[in-house]
């Protein structure tokens, strides 16, 4: 079975942004499929290899840092499409029409 997995990690110290990068290395290294974007990360993959590399992964984070929250969602199916991108300039253009 493929599932899907949503991480936001929240760090709760000065210098936040060396765990959450970190985290991410961590898992573009692995052999699942990672999509990144501004405020969260996806990771897509059979769910037994799946989970048996996240637990390792995120008790390297908590481990690593002292004061932190992992927000995460899982979901019994692989959620990933390629996103198009928008090209805004046209969509404003298109709405005012």
Not at 26 to 34: C, G, H, M, N, P
Not at 35 to 50: K, R
Not at 72 to 80: G, I, L, N
């Amino acid at each position: 079975m493929n599932i899907s997995v949503e991480f936001t990690l929240m760090p709760l110290q000065t210098d936040f942004e060396s765990p959450i990068i970190d985290f991410i290395i961590r898992l573009r290294a692995s052999e699942f499929t990672v999509i990144e974007n501004p405020l969260s990360t996806q990771i897509y993959g059979e769910y037994d290899a799946l989970m048996l590399f996240l637990s390792p992964t995120i008790r390297m984070s908590f481990d690593n840092t002292d004061h932190v929250v992992l927000n995460m969602k899982r979901a019994c199916s692989e959620f990933y499409h390629p996103w198009k991108m928008i090209n805004s300039e046209q969509h404003v253009a298109d709405k005012k029409q």
